[in-house]
């Protein structure tokens, strides 16, 4: 069966660190990655999505950033965190064919910068 | 663009109570997804409807897809407080691999 990882769970960061969130998902391949934020309370918002190596797509400008550098890694960057990063975090999936199936998420990670 | 918009954004209700969550999209689903997000949790997929006027049951849950597949609603019967989170709906996005979400429908059992 397929499960998804994500790390850390929580990190409190000053403003003006970098920042590195990573997911990886096992027990597929060619899989579509997702990065999405959440802000207390609301809903979700799309930061990137990937539907193979090397290939991004950024849906927010921002001092956000994302790699895929395997398969199955997502990586979540940043240079210089602001206070409005500060938020939920949650890397998704979904098998890779062209008709959106379900998402999967994983744990997310709580992110609050000070 | 394409939006999703649901309503209500909160739900008091007390333990026994119905709930209903509407989601209405600007333009015509291929498919309409439901999700459920525990405080302090991860969305977690509920069903996925495909058929237009396509109804499913889960239990005490309730799904709809419009006729023209463009709204949807899932109904709780007689919620239990397990049931406390927010549902969110999703709908693909024309020509590539997004979801467009709804904002969530926040289910709250009054004490």
């Known amino acids: 069966s397929q499960t998804i990882h994500q790390w850390p769970a929580t990190l409190v960061q000053p403003v003006g660190s970098p920042l590195s969130l990573e997911c990886t998902v096992e027990?597929?391949?060619?899989?579509?990655l997702y990065w999405y934020r959440q802000a207390a309370g609301r809903g979700l918002q799309l930061l990137f999505y990937s539907v193979g190596i090397g290939q991004i797509s950024s849906e927010v400008p921002q001092n956000l950033s994302a790699s895929r550098p395997q398969d199955r890694q997502f990586i979540l960057s940043s240079k210089k965190l602001l206070l409005s990063d500060s938020g939920f975090y949650l890397c998704?999936?979904?098998?890779?064919?062209?008709?959106?199936?379900?998402?999967?998420f994983g744990p997310g990670t709580r992110l609050t910068v000070t | 663009g394409q939006q999703v918009m649901q309503i209500p954004q909160y739900q008091h209700v007390q333990e026994g109570e119905d709930f209903t969550t509407y989601c209405n999209s600007s333009t015509t689903l291929s498919n309409i997804q439901w999700y459920k997000q525990r405080p302090g949790g991860h969305p977690v997929f509920l069903i996925q409807?495909?058929?237009s006027g396509e109804v499913k049951k889960q239990k005490r849950l309730t799904f709809q897809f419009g006729e023209a597949k463009k709204n949807s609603s899932l109904h709780i019967t007689a919620t239990q407080t397990t049931d406390v989170g927010t549902y969110f709906c999703?709908?693909?996005?024309?020509?590539?691999?997004?979801?467009?979400w709804g904002a969530g429908t926040k289910l709250i059992i009054k004490p």
């Open positions: 999703a709908g693909p996005l024309d020509s590539n691999y997004q979801l467009i």
């Open positions: 409807l495909v058929k």
């Open positions: 998704a999936w979904t098998p890779g064919t062209l008709v959106p199936y379900e998402q999967y």
């Open positions: 027990g597929t391949s060619n899989p579509n």
